[in-house]
């Protein structure tokens, strides 16, 4: 069974940095591309980052280039998305998911929340 597991979010005020990791279990983590997408109240489901499988090459939603990096540890099977100057609309439920969305091996885990607000 794929078990994705987020943690890391939390109250931030505006500038203000996070960092969520992801635990990655059930299946051959280093066979698959990795991807963080989020929930927000304004828009909906968005795809955030994506990394390689083996962690070479990244690809990020044009809204965080610049202020998010994703990484991954495939020793320890957990995936990173550190993101600095946070914004208000950074605001949202944070996802780590197996491969992009459309993807026949997608999948995607319970959310961590992240609140950017002063």
């Known amino acids: 069974e794929v078990q994705l597991q987020a943690s890391g979010g939390g109250l931030v005020e505006p500038g203000g940095s996070l960092r969520l990791s992801c635990k990655a279990s059930g299946f051959p983590f280093t066979s698959y591309e990795m991807s963080w997408a989020r929930q927000t109240p304004d828009k909906g489901p968005e795809w955030v980052s994506a990394i390689g499988s083996d962690g070479t090459t990244t690809n990020y939603a044009n809204f965080v280039k610049g202020r998010f990096a994703i990484s991954r540890d495939n020793v320890k099977n957990s995936l990173t998305l550190q993101m600095n100057s946070l914004k208000p609309e950074d605001t949202g439920v944070y996802y780590c998911?197996?491969?992009?969305?459309?993807?026949?091996?997608?999948?995607r885990g319970q959310g961590t929340l992240v609140t950017v607000s002063s």
């Open positions: 998911a197996r491969g992009r969305p459309g993807t026949s091996y997608y999948r």
